[in-house]
């Protein structure tokens, strides 16, 4: 007999219809196949499904199992075909009711005995997407791209999916979705036929989930450094770069971490969005259904480069992915590998990272501010004296230079005298901090196309942007003569002072905009 059960395929951050056909008959001999480019884990989920099944008191007979899984030129991997799998060969021994159109002439003794058990008034197993990891015992483990999951099930204009009860918070994030969360496969087969209510889970109040939100630090916490963070204004109001330089322990890593707080809330498609990048990952929190702050992500500088940019033999998110719409913190950045740093620069200029195998290619977003720090040396303090100069230079020449091209600001984070760290925090904080960056994209909005920050204005647009006063334009060419900046840097000064003026909400670019952002390209070196 034939039974057919929907479910998916995840690709990169998308599910894509996988459909589940189950042939079995009866036997002398035991054969059990499994087709459609299954992947090691797939062709498992029979071992799997037979101990869940006799486990939970279902027989498993002898005889010859086909399992297709198509579109069979889509590769499949992971456990999800577990409960696909099962439930269509319990709908082919008739424990499972649905609707099939073309049951055969010997089939329908079958359907006659579930009808009697009571199972038309369970599901119509075509209204709903099935998926999950079978334990041994029966048990519903969670899976991957639940999220992406649902949101196939919407544009199909299904009913609904049957997923692992740890999975059903983050499913109900899709609207107009029924969303049933199960923990055994008895529970499944029990709702399936009738016996059991489907209890749907409730569907999300992402908006209401948004507006509590709140920041993990504030940078009223951190006592001192009211310069860098004037700098981490400028940078969380034009998405600009931002590198840090200072000795160990003066707060660079709390900053780092305070700064998502700074930024404007997500949107609920942008917390969607990361939601379904974690998901894809295996990285979502278990019972958490959204993602609502924008995320930190802190690689060590031992990471590999598939680690940070993504990658692997079936593709997942890096660490660049996950910092999607938040914030990448690259802590002591000469400390990292150069071809690891290089890896940064395309994703950096496409803000998407596309991972291509020979069976297929894959897109992650990865749209993310660049936060780095370092210290002057790699003994941690700031060097004194010439010989101590020269050991910092040796130090800086460990950068990557592409890399330093695409970081706009460079702020020192000097040491912080003991007299600040010894009284009771009085600095900016984050609410105050945010309210500038508000007002300021604000402008950015109204001035340019929304989603399009200073930070990636061309030098086309920032002649027509930007403009500045005389004053300012002279200074300019003053700072690029006397002090010996790149020519690179002409258009950074440009972008970091046109944010640096919407803060002031100013429409030209003065004289005091273009003193400020000169300022931060220390680390520019003469050509």
């Given at each position: 007999m034939?039974?057919r059960?929907q479910?998916?395929?995840?690709?990169?951050?998308?599910?894509?219809?996988?459909?589940?056909?189950?042939?079995?008959?009866l036997?002398?001999?035991?054969?059990?196949?499994?087709?459609g480019?299954?992947?090691?884990s797939?062709?498992?989920?029979?071992?799997?499904?037979?101990?869940?099944?006799?486990?939970?008191?279902y027989p498993?007979?002898k005889?010859?199992?086909?399992?297709n899984?198509?579109?069979?030129d889509?590769?499949k991997?992971?456990?999800?075909?577990?409960?696909?799998?099962?439930?269509?060969?319990?709908v082919?021994?008739?424990?499972?009711?649905?609707t099939?159109?073309h049951?055969?002439?010997?089939d329908?003794?079958l359907?006659?005995?579930?009808?009697?058990?009571?199972?038309?008034?369970?599901?119509d197993?075509?209204?709903?997407?099935?998926?999950a990891?079978?334990?041994l015992?029966?048990?519903?483990?969670p899976?991957?791209?639940a999220?992406?999951?649902?949101?196939?099930?919407?544009e199909?204009?299904l009913?609904?999916?049957?997923?692992?009860?740890?999975?059903?918070?983050?499913?109900?994030?899709?609207p107009?979705?029924?969303v049933?969360g199960?923990?055994?496969l008895?529970?499944?087969?029990?709702?399936l036929?009738?016996?059991?209510?489907?209890?749907a889970?409730?569907?999300?109040?992402?908006?209401?989930?948004?507006?509590?939100?709140?920041a993990?630090?504030d940078?009223?916490e951190?006592?001192?450094?009211e310069?860098?963070?004037?700098?981490i204004v400028?940078?969380?109001?034009g998405?600009?770069?931002?590198?840090?330089?200072g000795?160990?322990?003066?707060?660079?890593?709390?900053?780092?971490?305070a700064?998502?707080g700074?930024l404007?809330?997500?949107?609920a498609?942008?917390?969607i969005?990361?939601?379904r990048?974690?998901?894809?990952?295996?990285q979502?929190p278990?019972?958490?259904g959204?993602?609502?702050t924008?995320?930190?992500r802190?690689?060590?500088?031992?990471?590999?480069?598939?680690?940070i940019?993504?990658?692997?033999?079936?593709?997942?998110?890096?660490?660049?992915?996950?910092?999607h719409?938040?914030?990448?913190?690259?802590?002591?950045?000469?400390e990292?590998p150069?071809p690891?740093?290089?890896?940064l620069?395309q994703?950096?200029?496409?803000?998407?990272v596309?991972i291509a195998?020979?069976?297929?290619?894959v897109?992650?977003?990865?749209?993310?501010m660049l936060v780095?720090?370092m210290?002057?040396?790699?003994?941690?303090?700031?060097?004194?004296?010439?010989?101590?100069?020269r050991e910092?230079?040796?130090?800086?020449?460990?950068?990557?230079?592409?890399?330093?091209?695409?970081?706009?600001?460079?702020?020192?984070?000097?040491a912080?005298p003991?007299?600040?760290?010894?009284?009771?925090?009085?600095?900016?904080?984050t609410a105050?901090?945010?309210?500038q960056?508000?007002?300021?994209?604000?402008?950015q909005h109204?001035?340019?196309?929304?989603g399009?920050?200073?930070?990636?204005?061309?030098?086309?647009?920032?002649?027509?942007?930007?403009?500045?006063?005389?004053?300012?334009?002279?200074?300019?060419g003053q700072?690029?003569?006397?002090?010996?900046?790149?020519?690179?840097?002409?258009?950074k000064?440009?972008?970091?002072a046109r944010?640096?003026?919407d803060?002031e909400?100013?429409a030209?670019?003065g004289?005091?905009?273009?003193?400020e952002?000169?300022?931060?390209r220390?680390?520019?070196?003469k050509?």
């Amino acid at each position: 007999m034939l039974a057919r059960v929907q479910s998916y395929v995840l690709q990169g951050i998308d599910a894509l219809p996988c459909e589940v056909e189950v042939d079995f008959e009866l036997g002398e001999q035991t054969n059990h196949t499994v087709v459609g480019l299954p992947d090691a884990s797939v062709k498992e989920s029979i071992e799997r499904m037979n101990s869940a099944l006799v486990n939970s008191g279902y027989p498993f007979p002898k005889g010859r199992m086909l399992v297709n899984l198509a579109p069979a030129d889509v590769r499949k991997e992971g456990p999800m075909y577990d409960l696909p799998i099962a439930v269509g060969y319990l709908v082919t021994q008739g424990i499972v009711t649905g609707t099939r159109p073309h049951a055969s002439t010997k089939d329908r003794s079958l359907l006659r005995r579930a009808s009697e058990s009571g199972g038309e008034s369970g599901l119509d197993l075509r209204q709903f997407l099935f998926a999950a990891e079978l334990a041994l015992d029966g048990r519903l483990r969670p899976i991957k791209g639940a999220i992406a999951m649902s949101a196939l099930a919407a544009e199909r204009g299904l009913r609904g999916v049957i997923i692992p009860a740890e999975n059903a918070a983050e499913a109900a994030v899709v609207p107009n979705v029924e969303v049933i969360g199960a923990r055994t496969l008895s529970e499944v087969v029990g709702i399936l036929n009738g016996q059991i209510e489907a209890m749907a889970h409730p569907t999300a109040d992402v908006e209401g989930m948004l507006r509590t939100a709140t920041a993990p630090v504030d940078f009223a916490e951190i006592r001192g450094q009211e310069a860098v963070k004037r700098a981490i204004v400028i940078a969380a109001a034009g998405s600009h770069n931002i590198l840090m330089l200072g000795p160990a322990g003066t707060g660079k890593t709390m900053m780092a971490k305070a700064l998502p707080g700074v930024l404007p809330p997500l949107t609920a498609r942008e917390a969607i969005e990361i939601t379904r990048i974690y998901s894809a990952a295996g990285q979502l929190p278990a019972g958490q259904g959204l993602i609502c702050t924008r995320p930190v992500r802190t690689p060590h500088h031992t990471a590999s480069a598939p680690a940070i940019v993504g990658g692997g033999a079936v593709p997942r998110p890096g660490e660049i992915s996950l910092a999607h719409r938040g914030v990448l913190f690259l802590d002591e950045l000469p400390e990292f590998p150069r071809p690891v740093l290089e890896t940064l620069r395309q994703p950096m200029e496409d803000h998407v990272v596309t991972i291509a195998r020979s069976h297929s290619a894959v897109r992650f977003p990865a749209s993310f501010m660049l936060v780095a720090a370092m210290n002057p040396t790699p003994k941690g303090d700031m060097p004194a004296g010439e010989v101590g100069k020269r050991e910092m230079d040796r130090y800086l020449a460990k950068l990557s230079g592409p890399l330093l091209d695409r970081i706009d600001m460079h702020v020192e984070a000097p040491a912080v005298p003991w007299k600040e760290l010894s009284s009771a925090p009085t600095g900016t904080s984050t609410a105050q901090m945010r309210e500038q960056v508000l007002a300021a994209r604000q402008r950015q909005h109204e001035r340019q196309d929304v989603g399009v920050p200073n930070a990636r204005l061309s030098g086309k647009q920032l002649d027509k942007l930007a403009p500045m006063e005389e004053g300012a334009r002279a200074l300019l060419g003053q700072a690029m003569t006397e002090l010996g900046l790149s020519a690179r840097a002409y258009d950074k000064i440009r972008r970091v002072a046109r944010t640096i003026a919407d803060l002031e909400g100013a429409a030209m670019i003065g004289t005091a905009h273009i003193a400020e952002a000169v300022q931060y390209r220390l680390l520019d070196r003469k050509v």
